[in-house]
């Protein structure tokens, strides 16, 4: 058992710490041991919370600190308490504390450039209206006067502890709560956002009008710290909306409560942890400056999430992939199986391979294509929500069985017929 002792200054009192877990069942010997201090002169007092002692030396009573920490060493015999230096007790509670604990919290990140009227819960998310069409604004949590979202999260205790104390510290923290944050934002990028209409694009989670991120954090559970409002410029590089970005109105839907619940339950199985990386990546694209890393990001996105056989090659790709975006409707099927061989012939070879901008590649719009890709996408992803896909190879039998249906087979015959004579190349028809 290890404690340490803080010396009482002037009008402040001293402390004996230590990690409430290790003492959590040493309430009895606490108490013979502070029954040992009062004889030596000492008023003290176990913190409520279980991680140590307060104290203060008699008035009359002469003490140094060597012979406070003699003293203490004496009435807490099975215990090894050291001095410190430091002066701070959540400095010394936090070198005390293991690594692993955590501390139930609420966080509440302000959200800009969205536009909330009513209050929308979904999984363990709140995004909370703003402050003028509150029906209950006494009961907000923040103080933020625009929209904000709230959630229930456990955050490192150590990291808690060690708040306030360096702007680097504040940093890791206030990061760690806008990355959770993402994942809610997400859902809105998924349902309401587009490469056609940037502006619909909501700010980065906890970014405000001044370029700072901002962070409340409410300590639950037996704890003597108190709420934090954390601000700082902990992302030296970001992207802001210059315009309104959406309005929210509606989150309620099976995919997006699918897409909530990786966040509640967490991404247990393949499928579950594909769809939540790419959701990840698509976030990734739209705050993406350029059109040509937003464009292949969600080439890759799209390859990542239906994870074709890396021997799946040309029109044995295409087809798959067409087939996952089809709905199992040939004319659907038939449709983007020729717009995603255009896209990935015309453009995205020409980026990859003959290292082309968009400026360079005539008639074609960035905007629309990155619209194009992202909604087959979103159709991979709410096939599965839907299907209740788990495992790759569930997504894989899923495409197979459709294309060696014969309107399906017909379909695609037809189409790669069609374009190859148009390129002059040869037919090369997949087997399926």
Known sequence: MIAKILYPKENVNGNLLWNKSDFSDKGSQISDSLKKLKPLGYWASAFPEGDGITFSVNKGVIKTDDIILSDFRDAFNWVAIDSTSCGDGNTVL?????????LNCTVMVPLEKIYLQETLEIGIYKFVCRKEFDPEPFERLAEFTSEYLQFDTSLNYRDLLKLNKTIEHNDIVINKCLSLAEHALDLV???HSSFIRPELTPNPAGQVSNGFYSVDIIPRGSTHLKPFELSGISRPLSVSNNWLGPQVDDLNSRVTHYLASLENSGANTEMELSAKVALRSLRQSFYSLGSESQFLNLIFT????AEPESNWRGWKQRTYIAALVSKSSRSTFEQVLESYDTIYTDVRNKLVHEGKGF???????????CEEIFGYIKDVITLIATSSFTTKQELKDYATNLLQRTDFENAYTQVITRVSNARGKNVHLPSW
């Open 302 to 305: 799209l390859d990542g999430l």
């Open 189 to 191: 990028r998924f349902t």
């Open 94 to 102: 936090a070198e005390l504390e293991s690594e692993d604990t955590v």
């Open 359 to 369: 400026y360079e590649l005539s008639g074609i719009s960035s905007n629309e294509v």
